[in-house]
């Protein structure tokens, strides 16, 4: 079960500590912590993409946040946060040979989200319990957009991936995971 997941997962920080016991937690008091149909709050799991040299990072340009960042998606009930990983990589930036580093996740955050207005209905502000996976891809493979998601996918240099993001917020949710990266 996912909860196991989280519970054998180690923060690395005073952060993941909290937001770990945070989702702990939420699963123990909302039997669907996996569905959106959650307002309140509802697992995610988000991939970093990198070239299999780790110099790089494969980020899309979201629509609803008009800024560059990873990929992934809403679990809609699949308690299997890898597999949805790679499927909304695989769904966000049109690459099809992607592969993940290990199948250990490389860190959790929520994630707080802002109202907005997505396929023409309204999303009040809630949390994203989100799980992330690191994934290798190459860059020879072909990219493309998903338009309803994303208006770009490109490759940045690691050192220059932080200048493009628009979301103060998510700032140091980056770093962290490019400091995991650089570590390897």
């Not at 519970?7 to 909302?30: C, H, R, T, V």
């Not at 946060?81 to 592969?99: H, P």
């Amino acid at each position: 079960m996912y909860k196991d997941l989280i519970k054998s997962y180690k923060p690395i920080n005073e952060q993941e500590q909290m937001d770990k016991l945070m989702m702990l937690q939420f699963i123990e008091n909302n039997n669907d912590a996996l569905y959106r149909t959650n307002l309140v709050a509802h697992f995610t799991s988000s991939a970093i993409i990198v070239n299999p040299e780790k110099t790089k990072v494969l980020f899309i340009h979201h629509n609803i946040y008009n800024s560059w960042g990873w990929v992934g998606g809403h679990n809609d009930g699949d308690p299997d946060f890898l597999k949805v990983s790679i499927k909304e990589a695989k769904e966000e930036t049109g690459i099809t040979n992607i592969e993940p580093y290990n199948d250990s996740i490389i860190g959790l955050d929520c994630i707080y989200v802002y109202n907005h207005i997505k396929k023409g209905a309204y999303v009040s502000d809630h949390l994203h319990m989100n799980l992330t996976y690191l994934l290798i891809a190459s860059e020879s493979e072909k990219l493309s957009i998903k338009e309803d998601e994303n208006s770009g996918v490109k490759w940045f240099k690691l050192e220059e991936a932080l200048e493009v993001i628009e979301e103060p917020r998510m700032k140091p949710i980056y770093t962290k995971y490019f400091n995991y990266v650089k570590s390897l």
